[in-house]
């Protein structure tokens, strides 16, 4: 009997194609993703890597295995699954992966429309806004708030549901002459200014270059991790930002916000879980709390 733990680990390492990727996505050691692989390979009678002092690859053995479980795991999902409909109410844990301004912005509705279910916990752990779905797909995470900035793909192992359409606006200081709202925002005279942002690679970068029509310039003088902080330091007049709307979202912070001129950045923001995996009515239960979330997100404070 195959165990389904090392094929989890089998069809990670076909994904990532090392084994310490593998570990650090999956929270092993490298070497106890060495043994268990090796284990299976003893239980399969077959080499599964082909192993040199610095690296291993998969053999033809080896991604035939891989192929299956995918396979395998994807069916013993759909079975978890169809075992949890029976039981009619939403049940067990859900962890979602949300980036950092949708864990405050999402939250309160979030919890509102989940708390008539008792037996589900919920998860949220913060992740880039350009998250891995890798974790996704091995069962790390249940759901994961993705941005797109252009088209995604079809995958027919994942289903996107679309949560809201968002856009990058400018925060200013209280003070600053853009808090005008008749002041032009003119991109040549902007560049001029001390802009704080996201570190690289962030797509707000390559957005805010794009509007100053400075692309690979460099405007950015401040950088910091975390849009709260930003914020902040724009309302103590550290300079000026480009945010999303969902940033201002029960913000404390005192700045003026400027819509910029069209076509202004914008991107949308999707719930996206495994399919086999949205057969589960706690996971169907928490994407359905996010779509009323990012409804009620869109219609403002009642």
């Given at each position: 009997?195959?165990?389904?733990?090392?094929?989890?680990?089998?069809?990670?390492?076909?994904?990532?194609?090392?084994?310490?990727?593998?570990?650090?996505?999956?929270?092993?050691?490298?070497?106890?993703?060495?043994?268990?692989?090796?284990?299976?390979?003893?239980?399969?009678?077959a080499?599964?890597?082909?192993?040199?002092?610095?690296?291993?690859?998969?053999?033809?053995?080896?991604r035939?295995?891989?192929?299956?479980?995918?396979?395998?795991?994807?069916?013993?999902?759909?079975?978890?699954?169809?075992?949890?409909?029976?039981?009619?109410?939403?049940?067990?844990?859900?962890?979602?992966?949300?980036?950092?301004?949708?864990?405050?912005?999402?939250?309160?509705?979030?919890?509102?429309?989940?708390?008539?279910?008792?037996?589900?916990?919920?998860?949220?752990?913060?992740?880039?806004?350009?998250?891995?779905?890798?974790?996704?797909?091995?069962?790390?995470?249940?759901?994961?708030l993705?941005?797109?900035?252009?088209?995604?793909?079809?995958?027919?192992?994942?289903?996107?549901?679309?949560?809201?359409r968002?856009?990058?606006?400018?925060?200013?200081?209280p003070?600053?002459?853009?808090?005008?709202?008749?002041?032009?925002?003119?991109?040549?005279?902007?560049?001029?200014?001390?802009?704080?942002?996201?570190?690289?690679?962030?797509?707000?970068?390559?957005?805010?270059?794009r509007?100053?029509?400075?692309?690979?310039?460099?405007?950015?003088?401040?950088?910091?991790?975390?849009?709260?902080t930003i914020?902040?330091?724009?309302?103590?007049?550290?300079?000026?930002?480009?945010?999303?709307?969902?940033?201002?979202?029960?913000?404390?912070?005192?700045?003026?916000?400027?819509?910029?001129?069209?076509?202004?950045?914008?991107?949308?923001?999707?719930?996206v879980?495994?399919?086999?995996?949205?057969?589960?009515?706690?996971?169907?239960?928490?994407?359905?709390?996010?779509?009323?979330?990012?409804?009620?997100?869109?219609?403002?404070?009642?």
């Open positions: 009997m195959l165990d389904l733990t090392r094929l989890r680990l089998l069809e990670e390492f076909a994904r990532r194609g090392s084994i310490a990727e593998t570990a650090a996505a999956l929270g092993y050691s490298a070497s106890a993703v060495s043994q268990q692989l090796a284990t299976l390979e003893r239980e399969t009678g080499a599964l890597l082909d192993r040199t002092a610095r690296s291993a690859r998969l053999t033809d053995a080896g035939r295995l891989a192929a299956h479980a995918t396979s395998i795991l994807a069916a013993v999902e759909a079975a978890e699954a169809d075992i949890a409909v029976r039981a009619a109410t939403p049940a067990g844990r859900v962890v979602v992966a949300a980036f950092p301004a949708a864990g405050p912005a999402f939250a309160p509705a979030l919890t509102r429309h989940l708390g008539a279910y008792p037996d589900l916990a919920l998860i949220v752990r913060q992740a880039p806004a350009d998250c891995d779905l890798n974790p996704l797909r091995s069962g790390e995470f249940d759901v994961v993705d941005v797109a900035w252009s088209p995604v793909p079809p995958d027919d192992t994942l289903t996107r549901v679309r949560l809201y968002d856009a990058l606006v400018l925060a200013v200081p003070t600053h002459r853009l808090a005008d709202a008749a002041e032009p925002l003119d991109p040549a005279a902007l560049r001029a200014e001390t802009w704080i942002g996201l570190p690289a690679p962030d797509p707000s970068r390559d957005a805010l270059d509007f100053l029509g400075s692309p690979g310039a460099g405007a950015i003088r401040w950088e910091f991790e975390g849009l709260a914020m902040s330091l724009v309302a103590h007049g550290a300079g000026i930002a480009l945010v999303p709307l969902i940033a201002l979202v029960g913000d404390r912070h005192r700045v003026a916000v400027r819509e910029l001129p069209p076509p202004a950045p914008t991107f949308e923001v999707h719930a879980v495994r399919t086999t995996g949205l057969r589960n009515p706690a996971v169907a239960a928490t994407v359905a709390a996010l779509r009323q979330a990012a409804d009620e997100l869109r219609r403002g404070p009642s």
